[in-house]
């Protein structure tokens, strides 16, 4: 599912040809046209990023050929990007990409609850994807959210302050088409302390940021 399981090789899951549609033509030709002349190669991460985002959020094997050939750079280059770096995805993956964060800082405040949670719900184990192509789940390294921890990446989006419970809520509420809200699923606002803001009380108060936490400490 990552850059770590390497290539697929040819098979039925691997499409024959690729070619970005006029409209990420336009785009990759955008993204080229900021690097100096004779340094188009230095465009293969976006590209190959555009090229991931348009086959259904994994790179096939010709798309990565299709961007080598664009930058005039050998194919293997591009193959030594992609499965270098774990946000390039070499498998199909499921249309909500769940990786869910266990690096020390998420473990030690129970992402391993959230693990088990995503793998009970699911029906799925890690680095599996459900029967019906909507869910991958995988357990990635530091996202860089440690404050909010636990927490998840779905897809483009961070999902933080996690629990077994509201952990299923939200795969329900994916897996329903409904609207669900990234960032905390607590209501925590920005990287605030968990209890409320614990310094510049008054403005705190005048910007109206955790006003229950501070109408509490008003009461102790």
Request: aromatic share 6%; hydrophobic share 40%.
């Amino acid at each position: 599912m990552s850059g770590s399981v390497g290539i697929a090789e040819n098979g039925p899951e691997q499409p024959k040809e690729f070619a970005f549609t006029a409209e990420n033509l336009a785009k990759a030709k955008k993204i080229v046209a900021k690097y100096p002349s004779g340094r188009q190669q230095s465009a293969v991460m976006p590209l190959l990023d555009l090229a991931q985002r348009q086959s259904g959020n994994w790179l096939p094997r010709v798309a990565m050929d299709y961007v080598a050939d664009m930058l005039g750079m050998p194919r293997i280059k591009a193959y030594e990007v992609a499965t270098f770096y774990s946000m390039y995805n070499l498998k199909p993956v499921g249309k909500h990409f769940v990786q869910v964060c266990t690096t020390t800082p998420c473990w030690l405040v129970g992402s391993a609850g959230i693990v088990d949670a995503c793998k009970k719900h699911l029906g799925i184990g890690l680095g599996e994807t459900t029967a019906d192509g909507k869910f991958t789940l995988i357990e990635v390294e530091c996202l860089g959210a440690c404050v909010n921890a636990p927490m998840a990446q779905i897809n483009d989006d961070y999902y933080e302050d996690l629990t077994p419970q509201n952990t299923v809520k939200l795969l329900e509420a994916l897996a329903n088409g409904q609207p669900v809200t990234p960032g905390s699923q607590t209501g925590r606002r920005g990287a605030q302390a968990s209890s409320g803001p614990t310094s510049l009380h008054a403005q705190a108060k005048a910007a109206g940021v955790g006003a229950q936490a501070l109408a509490a400490g008003a009461e102790d």
